[in-house]
C-alpha cells in the first residue's frame, strides 16, 4: 500500500491479537484523551497506575512554556516516590523470581542473569555501600563503567538513596569525565578496573585516575572489579566495590519533582549540558512510552543494546522495563564481535521479542550480508525499534525483511535525551509503517512544524519541529544553568518547545525526520557538537582557525568533515593522525575526523562570521553555494572548492 505516495506497510496481523492497542482508532483516540481532551487527567491517571507512590499525586502539570523560561516545569509536583520501589519493590510478591537482567557478557554465551529479587537485594546492599562511604539524598555520583549490570545497580542504588547520578559514557576520554564531575559536583564516582568490547581492553580505572588529578572534590572512587586486571590504586581514596550481606535498605522519599539524574548532552556551543530528569515525571513517562511503543508483553524478552552511558540506556535499560517487571538484556560487546551474527545469536540463544537498535548498527550489519542473519532462529522476534538517527528506507527494508521475515513491527521511535522518552513513533498493532518515518506522536504529545516566518505550517509542510505542550518526561533544566535551557529550547520559538530538528509532515499526519537544523553532528548514533570539534583542534599550535560540518555517510549517518587553516604553510605529513589523537585525548575515541581539509581561509562575512552553509555544501559533494556575495573574501570559495574536489570525501 501507499500513504501520501510512499511506500507503506499495515501492522502484521499476528501482532494484533493479544495487543494492548489494537487498532489506528484505538491508538488516535488516546492520543485526543491525552493531548486534547484531558492531558492532567490521563497523565494522573497514567501516573497512579503505573507507579509506586508513598503520596499519589493529585496535580499534573504546573506552568507552561512561557513560565518555564523563568522557572522550572513540575508534573505531579505534591507526589512523593521513590523510583527503586516502582522498578524493583512491587514486583517482588508476584515476580521474585522473574528475570530482570539478562548480562550478555563480552564472549558469546557469558554472563548472568538476575531475579528481581536477587536485583533488589544488590541494589539495596549497593546503596548501604554508598551510604557508607558517605553518599546522602541529593549527592552527585558519577558512574564511569562499561555494560555490566554493577552499572545499573550503581544508578538504581544513587537512586535508593535519592542521590543524583550521572553515568559519563565509557567512551570519553579523562578530559570530558572530569569537565562533568567538575560540572555537576560529584563527590563519589563509581568505575571498574578494566571494561570489555569486543575482546578489547578499556582502561576505565585508568582514565578516571587521569581525570581526577589533583580534584580535591571527589573524596572517594569505588572500583568494580570486572576483569581483575592490575590497576593502579590510591590508598585512602579508592574502595573495592564489595557488596555487603545487607539485603534491605530503606528507600528515600523523594519529591516527584527531585532530580533522579543529570546526563550530559553536547548542544551546538563546546560545553555539555547537563539535563536534569526528575524522579516522578521521568518514570511515568518511561513505563508508559516502553510499554506503548513497543507493545510490551508479560513474557517478553526484550534487549536495548544501547549503552547505559547513553538516555537510550536509562530509559529503555533500566528505568523502563524494571518499571514495567519486563525482562531487560544488557549487552557488554558489539555488533560485530565475534562476527556480524551477533545480535541475532543472541535473539536466538536468549528468545529475544522486542529488540531495539540504531540506524548505524543496522547499516553495519545489512552490508556485512543476509549469511549472517540466516543462520539463526528469529521467530521468537514480534518489534523491532530504531533509535538514534534517520534511518534510510534501505536499511528499513532490510530489517523490516531479512531480520525480521516481514512479520514483525518496526518502530523507528524519534525522541531525544531532552525529552526523556519516546515523542514520535509508530505503535506496534495499530499503526501502518512507512520505511523512513517516525511515522505519528504518542499520547499526550503535539508536534508543530514551524515555517522559517516562525509560524506553525499546518500539515503537510517542512520545517522546525517544535512540541507545543509540556509530556512529564521532559528535563526540566539544565543543572545549574536554567538561562541555557531557556536559550536552548524555549526562546526559539516563543511559548513552545524548539527540538533543533527538521522534519516533514504529510497529508495523513506522519512525521518524518531530517536531522538536526543546529550544529550538532550525530555520527553512529553519538550527538557531538561541531563547536567541541572546533575548540580541540583550534588548541592544537599547528592550527590557525577551523571549521567543522557534518556530511551524509553511509554507515555512520553522518562523518565528520574539517576545514583547517594552518599557521604555516608547511603540512606536516601526520597532521590527520596527530588531530585525531587530540580529539581521541580530549573527548573520546567516537569522536574522529572523516575527512581533513587543509585549507587557505574559511568564509567569513565582513562581520567575521563563518559561513557554515557553504562548507557543508561542499562536504556534501554539492557546487552550488548559493549568494557568497555578503563574504569578506568571495574568492576563497573557489579555493576551498578546488581543494574538496582534489580529494573527495570518503
Ligand atoms: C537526536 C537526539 C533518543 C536517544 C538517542 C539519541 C536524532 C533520534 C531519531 C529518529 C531521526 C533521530 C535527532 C535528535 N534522532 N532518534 N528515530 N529519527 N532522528 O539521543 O543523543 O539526545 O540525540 O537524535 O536528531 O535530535 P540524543
Not at 568505575?191 to 589533583?214: F, H, N, S, W, Y
Request: glycine residues 10%; charged residues 20%.
Amino acid at each position: 500500500m501507499e500513504i501520501s505516495g510512499k511506500k507503506a506497510f499495515l501492522p502484521p496481523r499476528e501482532l494484533v491479537r493479544g495487543s494492548n492497542i489494537q487498532t489506528l482508532g484505538a491508538w488516535a483516540d488516546e492520543w485526543m484523551n491525552a493531548t486534547l481532551t484531558d492531558p492532567d487527567g490521563f497523565w494522573l491517571d497514567v501516573a497512579r497506575r503505573r507507579v509506586i507512590w508513598r503520596k499519589e499525586p493529585t496535580i499534573g502539570l504546573e506552568g507552561d512554556f512561557h513560565s518555564a523560561r523563568r522557572k522550572p516545569l513540575r508534573w505531579f509536583g505534591d507526589g512523593t516516590l521513590n523510583v527503586t520501589e516502582t522498578c524493583l519493590d512491587q514486583h517482588l510478591q508476584k515476580h521474585g523470581d522473574k528475570t530482570a537482567i539478562i548480562w550478555e557478557a563480552d564472549e558469546p554465551g557469558t554472563g548472568c542473569t538476575l531475579t528481581y529479587r536477587e536485583l533488589h537485594e544488590k541494589v539495596c546492599a549497593a546503596a548501604c555501600m554508598l551510604y557508607l562511604l558517605g553518599v546522602r539524598r541529593g549527592d552527585r555520583v558519577v558512574i564511569y563503567m562499561g555494560m555490566v549490570p554493577e552499572a545499573a545497580i550503581a544508578m538504581l542504588a544513587c537512586a535508593r538513596i535519592g542521590a543524583i547520578h550521572s553515568v559519563v559514557f565509557g567512551g570519553f576520554s579523562a578530559e570530558s569525565l572530569r569537565d562533568r564531575i567538575i560540572d555537576c559536583g560529584a563527590k563519589l564516582v563509581i568505575t571498574q578496573d578494566e571494561g570489555l568490547r569486543g575482546g578489547k581492553i578499556v582502561p576505565l580505572k585508568r582514565t578516571c585516575d587521569q581525570a581526577l588529578v589533583d580534584l580535591g572534590q571527589v573524596e572517594r572512587v569505588v572500583v568494580f572489579k570486572r576483569t581483575k586486571g592490575e590497576v593502579p590504586w590510591t590508598e585512602g581514596r579508592d574502595v573495592e566495590w564489595k557488596l555487603s550481606d545487607a539485603t534491605y535498605f530503606p528507600a528515600e522519599v523523594m519529591e516527584a519533582e527531585d532530580p533522579l539524574f543529570i546526563l550530559y548532552t553536547s548542544g551546538s556551543t563546546g560545553k555539555p549540558k547537563g539535563q536534569v530528569h526528575t524522579c516522578g515525571g521521568y518514570l511515568v513517562y518511561a513505563s508508559y512510552t516502553h510499554e506503548t511503543a513497543f507493545d510490551l508483553r508479560d513474557n517478553d524478552v526484550y534487549a536495548c543494546v544501547a549503552d547505559v552511558g547513553w538516555i537510550t540506556g536509562h530509559t529503555y535499560i533500566v528505568y523502563g522495563p524494571l518499571a514495567n517487571g519486563a525482562t531487560t538484556l544488557l549487552f557488554e560487546s558489539t555488533p560485530t564481535y565475534p562476527d556480524a551474527g551477533r545480535y541475532w545469536d543472541m535473539v536466538d540463544r536468549h528468545s529475544i521479542t522486542v529488540f531495539y537498535t540504531a540506524p548505524t548498527a543496522i547499516r553495519v550489519l545489512a552490508a556485512a550480508g543476509d549469511q549472517y542473519v540466516f543462520p539463526y532462529d528469529r521467530s521468537t522476534l514480534r518489534v523491532l525499534g530504531t533509535v538514534g538517527e534517520p534511518i534510510n528506507p534501505d536499511a528499513w527494508m532490510w530489517y523490516y525483511k531479512i531480520v525480521g521475515g516481514e512479520r514483525c513491527a518496526i518502530v523507528d521511535t524519534w525522541w531525544q535525551t531532552e525529552t526523556g522518552g519516546i515523542m514520535i513513533s509508530g505503535c506496534p498493532a495499530a499503526t501502518p509503517m512507512i520505511p523512513g518515518s517516525a511515522t505519528l506522536p504518542l499520547p499526550g504529545i503535539l508536534p508543530v512544524i514551524v515555517g522559517a516566518d516562525g509560524k506553525p505550517i499546518r500539515s503537510p509542510g517542512t520545517g522546525r519541529l517544535c512540541i507545543a505542550e509540556p509530556w512529564p518526561g521532559m528535563t526540566r533544566t539544565i543543572w545549574r544553568d536554567h538561562e541555557r535551557y531557556a536559550a536552548t529550547y524555549l526562546e526559539e520559538v516563543p511559548g513552545m518547545y524548539f527540538t533543533s530538528d527538521g522534519c516533514s509532515r504529510d497529508k495523513a499526519g506522519n512525521h518524518t525526520i531530517s536531522g538536526r537544523v543546529d550544529d550538532v553532528i550525530n555520527v553512529a548514533g553519538h550527538r557531538m557538537g561541531t563547536a567541541e570539534f572546533e575548540s580541540v583542534l583550534t588548541a592544537d599550535p599547528l592550527v590557525a582557525e577551523c571549521a567543522v560540518v557534518g556530511f551524509p555517510h553511509e554507515v555512520k549517518g553522518q562523518g565528520v568533515c574539517a576545514f583547517v587553516v594552518l599557521i604555516s604553510t608547511t603540512v606536516p605529513e601526520d597532521l590527520a593522525a596527530r588531530l585525531n589523537a587530540l580529539l581521541r585525548d580530549k573527548i573520546g575515541a567516537h569522536a574522529k575526523l572523516d575527512v581533513l581539509h587543509i585549507v587557505p581561509g574559511l568564509p567569513k562575512t565582513r562581520s567575521g562570521k563563518c559561513m557554515r552553509r557553504i562548507l557543508r555544501a561542499m562536504a556534501k559533494g554539492e557546487d552550488n553555494f548559493g549568494d557568497i556575495s555578503t563574504l569578506a573574501d568571495p574568492s576563497v570559495v573557489q579555493a576551498i572548492h578546488d581543494i574538496v574536489r582534489a580529494q573527495p570525501s570518503s
